[in-house]
């Protein structure tokens, strides 16, 4: 085992921890190198707090996606690429899992700019996030393109609401489909797209460290941001941004949005 991969992996500072009723899991996209499945197989047995799934033929049901962990089949890829994707958890089990995995896809697999990972942040309780806020936030905090310009599957949603309204960027993504770097799954459940790329395995304390920032900006997003003077002074801003937008740039804009193809 590489030494800077294992201690990556078990010293991970837990100390940060969030709320029992917070919920979590990731995805990580890769290419299998040769014919190492029974490998990756056994080192996800090692690892598994849940039932494991194996399927590289079609995607599973989301309900055996939730509860088990999975390698399977990714639509996304080409040939050899694959998937594989925790159950549901905790805080904890998710810094785990992100730090085995990684190490798992280093020994037996390979990234590229095609392969990305997913986080996915949600609440047990019945609660409701302001989306439009958290995306903001999360572009004051430059975690929208701090992994450079990923592939069609995951856009800076900043590329719509930098240039039209909130009412009109919602009619524009709902005609497009998941294709957006911050998707919105449920009224408080989030599935974060913006890390990825070429050997995005190999930075895990970059995950971390972004990874904390998201939940931080989620929690915040689940409060009455009327009330939070440092989301109105970004809002002010951005609402200053729109109404400067000039009719080239709007041109360029709906030339970009004609050029994206719904998946």
């Known amino acids: 085992m590489n030494s800077n991969t294992e201690r990556i992996i078990f010293n991970k500072d837990l100390s940060l921890l969030f709320p029992n009723n917070f919920r979590f899991g990731c995805e990580f996209e890769f290419y299998i190198n040769g014919n190492n499945k029974i490998e990756i197989i056994e080192e996800l047995k090692a690892i598994a707090k849940s039932d494991i799934l194996i ?8 309900e055996d996606r939730n509860k088990c962990l999975c390698l399977k089949y990714d639509s996304s890829l080409e040939n050899s690429g694959v998937e594989i994707s925790t159950p549901i958890c905790s805080y904890q089990d998710l810094c785990k899992y992100i730090g085995h995995i990684s190490y798992i896809i280093d020994m037996y697999g390979t990234t590229n700019e095609d ?8 609440m047990k309780d019945k609660n409701s996030m302001d989306f439009y806020a958290f995306i903001l936030l999360c572009n004051e905090a430059n975690l929208l393109n ?10 800076n949603p900043m590329n719509i609401l930098n240039y039209v309204n909130q ?4 009619k524009i993504k709902n005609k497009k489909g998941r294709v957006w770097s911050i998707e919105r799954r449920g009224e408080a459940h989030i599935e974060i797209r913006t890390i990825g790329g070429g050997s995005y395995h190999t930075k895990v304390e970059k995950i971390y460290k972004e990874l904390d920032i998201f939940i931080k900006i989620f929690q915040q997003s689940l409060e009455d941001m009327s009330k939070n003077s440092f989301y109105k002074t970004i809002l002010t801003n951005h609402i ?3 109404k400067e937008t000039d009719i080239k740039k709007e041109k360029q804009f709906q030339n970009f949005i004609k050029n994206i193809n719904p998946i």
Do not use: C, M
């Open 240 to 242: 200053k941004v729109l």
């Open 55 to 62: 399927n590289l033929d079609e995607i599973p049901q989301e």
């Open 167 to 170: 009412k009109e960027a919602k």
């Open 146 to 155: 701090s992994w450079g310009n990923r592939n069609s599957y995951s856009l």
């Open 115 to 122: 392969t990305g990972f997913h986080i996915h942040i949600s």
